[in-house]
Structure formats: structure tokens, C-alpha cells
T-cell receptor, first 111, second 114 residues
Framework: SQQGEEDPQALSIQEGENATMNCSYK?????LQWYRQNSGRGLVHLIL?????REKHSGRLRVTLDTSKKSSSLLITASRAADTASYFC???????????FGTGTSLTVIP | KAGVTQTPRYLIKTRGQQVTLSCSPI?????VSWYQQTPGQGLQFLFE???????NKGNFPGRFSGRQFSNSRSEMNVSTLELGDSALYLC?????????????FGQGTRLTVV
């Protein structure tokens, strides 16, 4: 299976703290994308990082990519209760038309 | 710009019945993919359509089928429903630019088979 893994599986933090979650994948990639999913809802696209990029920022999000280790991390700074959700990383197949998702990190931000 | 629209949002069906789910992609996106999400298996790829042709297929039985229309809208059909088909079905709309494909998802259809 090319499915990746997120670590940790679950994370609980206080509002205002930073949250870091990691993703490992198995094959070479063109890009890696992070998504957020609120309970039982669809996936919201957060950020895309290309294989030739090492770090990318978007608002309170910071994503890093280490292709030599086949891993990525998502940092959410100054967390808010509204950040409570599951977070998934996804990599695309070589043709770009199939995505492989990790197992997800469930983040709980306590007000 | 409208996002990906999936209908219906919720469905309850009985074992043995069939069901059709619909997905309207983002305007200008020609690729539509379908995924099944269950607590045990996570997000699993079903199939992908591009310009009315199935380009890629995941490891699901033939009871799962789909099609895409000329306006890029897609439907997914599941026949002879089983209890294990209960899941959140997600549709993704994507477009490749400069070799990079970015996928955007709908809210999903929650299917419950009883």
C-alpha cells in the first residue's frame, strides 16, 4: 500500500499553543498536500508543497518537506478551538490523478 | 467560484438496493475522483474520470461503478448494497497546472446501509 501515516494519531492541546503533526509516505512524489476534515464533513484543502520546496507558509500554517526522509510536517501556530479537526496528508500518484491519504491526526484544541 | 457539490448529503438504503451519488466539480476542472472513507480503512480511492473516460480505478468490486458526463459532472453507482458499504463518499475535483495536480473535495455523501 502506498498509504502514508500521520503521527501522532491524536493530539490534544490548549488554545494558543502550537500543534505539530507529521506525515510519512512511501514513494517519490511530485507534491504533498495537507487537508483538514471537520467531523463527518468533506476535506478542506490547506496547503500544497512541491517536491522541490522545503518549507511553505500560509497564515498560521507552516509546512515542511524532507524528500530524503519521505516525511512532511504541519505546524499550526497559536491554535484556536476552531482548529479542532482531523488533518490528513496526501500524495499524488505519478500520473497525478490518484491521491494516497495518510491515516490522519485528530487534533483537539481545548478552549 | 463555486466549490465541489455533492448530492445528496445523506442517504439511508437497505441491503440489496442500489444507490447513485452525484458530484459537480469546480468549473473548468475536468478530472473527478471518488473516495470512500470509513473508520477502519480510512480514505480509499475508488476511481477517477477525465473527459468522460475512466483513467484510474482502485481496488473495489465491480458493484462500484461510475461515469462522467460531457459537462464533467460525475455519478457513482453502487449496486447490491452491503452493510459494509456504509461510509462517507467523497468526490474530488482537480486540475493539473504545470505538472502539479491540486484536488478539492466536496462535503461528501453519508451513506448508511441498513
Amino acid at each position: 500500500s502506498q498509504q502514508g501515516e500521520e503521527d501522532p494519531q491524536a493530539l490534544s492541546i490548549q488554545e494558543g499553543e502550537n500543534a505539530t503533526m507529521n506525515c510519512s509516505y512511501k514513494t517519490s512524489i511530485n507534491n504533498l498536500q495537507w487537508y483538514r476534515q471537520n467531523s463527518g464533513r468533506g476535506l478542506v484543502h490547506l496547503i500544497l508543497i512541491r517536491s522541490n520546496e522545503r518549507e511553505k507558509h500560509s497564515g498560521r500554517l507552516r509546512v515542511t518537506l524532507d524528500t530524503s526522509k519521505k516525511s512532511s510536517s504541519l505546524l499550526i501556530t497559536a491554535s484556536r478551538a476552531a482548529d479542532t479537526a482531523s488533518y490528513f496528508c496526501a500524495t499524488a500518484s505519478n500520473t497525478g490523478n490518484q491521491f494516497y491519504f495518510g491515516t490522519g491526526t485528530s487534533l483537539t484544541v481545548i478552549p | 467560484k463555486a466549490g465541489v457539490t455533492q448530492t445528496p448529503r445523506y442517504l439511508i438504503k437497505t441491503r440489496g438496493q442500489q444507490v447513485t451519488l452525484s458530484c459537480s466539480p469546480i468549473s473548468g476542472h475536468r478530472s473527478v475522483s471518488w473516495y470512500q472513507q470509513t473508520p477502519g480503512q480510512g480514505l480509499q480511492f475508488l476511481f477517477e474520470y477525465f473527459s468522460e473516460t475512466q483513467r484510474n480505478k482502485g481496488n473495489f468490486p465491480g458493484r462500484f461503478s461510475g461515469r462522467q458526463f460531457s459537462n464533467s459532472r460525475s455519478e457513482m453507482n453502487v449496486s447490491t448494497l452491503e452493510l459494509g458499504d456504509s461510509a462517507l463518499y467523497l468526490c474530488a475535483s482537480s486540475r493539473s497546472v504545470g505538472g502539479t495536480t491540486e484536488a478539492f473535495f466536496g462535503q461528501g455523501t453519508r451513506l448508511t446501509v441498513v
